[in-house]
């Protein structure tokens, strides 16, 4: 319970700066791993799983998330 609340509150602290796909993806892939899922599954998961969310919010909600580094990529 303490490792996902952690997890939340570093999520708020740094999501601005790193970026909601960025984020989403390192703390989602490392819960799965810390959980025991296997390394492709969590990956694929992980990525798929932002880039989903953040395309629905994005294009669908009309619903901005942060860049973060993603301004420097794109």
Known sequence: V???LGSALA???V???TGFVL???AIVLFLFLW???RLPVALVTAVVGAFAVNWFFASMMRVP???GLMDLIL
Request: charged share 20%; net charge positive; aromatic share 12%.
């Open 2 to 4: 303490l490792l996902i």
């Open 11 to 13: 999520y708020i602290l």
């Open 15 to 17: 999501v601005d700066r």
């Open 23 to 25: 984020l989403t993806i």
């Open 35 to 37: 959980f025991r899922v």
């Open 65 to 67: 998330l942060p860049r």
